[in-house]
């Protein structure tokens, strides 16, 4: 296989997710960077890779691919080579989507909501939008009761789409000790090889922004 073409900008949260699955499946991709900052996503030649223009996306040999989930999903099933991220067994399988469903419905959600505005705008927190956070964080806190993991004991793309989103938190610098599961598991995520890799971008990024008045 030469490669699958992976189309990202390395700051974004679900394309730090997919790169994360990629480096923990042993998938073999080709870094395409897209700036969004320049509007790369918006011009022809990535338009053509996808007419959404968004990021992540992906070339397989013509076939082409958007939204980070399904990105994940497709490429551990045809090239993954560790099977535990995203199981062949249908129950497994079912609760490593729950997680990935959750994330996308009600983590990420609640978490870009409250972040989001103070990280790229700089406005002042909004209580209600904490009070939905706060319950997202809840309800994470008790998955994690008794397990390693999202799923389990077992590592699977759904804990990349779950880290991204906490991360938001942590670069806000909101105090995460209250959830002891969660901070135990994102100790873990921490220690995991690839995640400086691919998570610096998005400090580095916020960072910078930070420093411009």
């Not at 135990?184 to 220690?191: L, N």
Request: charged letters at 30%.
């Amino acid at each position: 296989m030469p490669g699958v073409d992976l189309y990202l900008m390395s700051a974004s949260p679900p394309c730090r997710s997919v790169l994360m699955a990629c480096r923990a499946a042993k998938v073999d991709v080709n870094v395409k960077d897209v700036d969004l900052f320049k509007g790369e996503h918006k011009e022809e030649a990535y338009t053509k890779i996808n007419p959404m223009q968004e990021v992540p996306a992906i070339d397989d040999d013509g076939f082409k691919m958007s939204e980070s989930r399904a990105i994940m999903c497709y490429l551990c099933d045809k090239y993954g080579k560790e099977t535990s991220l995203y199981p062949k067994e249908h129950q497994e399988r079912a609760i490593v989507n729950k997680m990935l469903y959750f994330d996308m419905g009600t983590f990420n959600k609640a978490i870009s909501a409250f972040v989001g505005p103070q990280l790229f705008k700089k406005e002042d927190p909004d209580k209600d939008k904490e009070a939905d956070m706060k319950r997202a964080l809840d309800k994470f806190e008790k998955a994690l009761d008794g397990n390693q993991y999202a799923t389990g004991n077992s590592l699977t793309i759904a804990d990349f789409c779950l880290l991204t989103s906490l991360v938001l938190a942590d670069a806000l610098k909101y105090d995460l000790s209250p959830w002891c599961n969660i901070m135990a598991w994102f100790q873990r995520m921490k220690d995991l090889p690839y995640y400086e890799e691919c998570n610096a971008p998005f400090y580095e990024l916020v960072k910078s922004l930070s420093e411009k008045k």
